[in-house]
């Protein structure tokens, strides 16, 4: 059996990952050259966990704002390819993605996610993010989403904590 590893983006990456992000976002998915654009840009901040060189997933998580300062980041895509759903993946890279923010000195993160998405919302809410709004139009007419915002200074599932103490298991 392999062991499920994350790791940061490469450019060979991309092709799956794109895959990936239209499997999962349809119509809403980002444009390839937009995928391109945020790996020249954010390379550093793009994780994908790949088993014995298949990719099973991405998590974009990027700085809020122009100032490498900020404590604010947001958790913008988290896909896991539909054959590994519920298996842990989508954990794996949730909580990879939080400990690497936390150790760049990020404090809060905040993410978007699709309402009927009672998956994304429960992984969210068990890594210790709360909701902060229901907003109709987020991403335009008919795209309602939820908002979610976690502390990773204060959150007791936040930050370090996070790594450490929320489970593991069916990780690999």
């Known amino acids: 059996m392999n062991t499920v590893k994350v ?8 092709s799956a990952l794109s895959r990936i992000d239209r499997q999962i976002f349809g119509r809403l998915a980002y444009p390839e050259f937009v995928l391109r654009q ?28 122009s100032d490498a300062e900020t404590d604010l980041a947001h958790f913008l895509a988290l896909g896991v390819d539909g054959s590994r759903r519920c298996q842990g993946v989508g954990r794996l890279l949730a909580l990879e993605t939080l400990e690497s923010l ?32 229901d907003v109709d139009s987020y991403y335009g007419a008919d795209e309602p989403r939820l908002l979610f915002e976690l502390n990773l200074d204060r959150n007791p599932q936040g930050g370090a904590d996070t790594v450490r103490h929320v489970p593991r298991s069916a990780t690999h």
């Open 38 to 65: 945020l790996f020249d840009v954010h390379q550093q901040e793009i994780l994908v966990a790949d088993e014995a060189g298949e990719l099973l997933g991405y998590s974009i998580a990027v700085r809020s704002g």
């Open 102 to 133: 936390y150790l760049r000195g990020v404090q809060r993160v905040r993410l978007a996610v699709a309402r009927d998405n009672p998956v994304a919302i429960h992984l969210y809410r068990s890594l210790g993010f709360e909701q902060t709004a």
């Open 7 to 14: 790791r940061t983006v490469v450019e060979a990456d991309l």
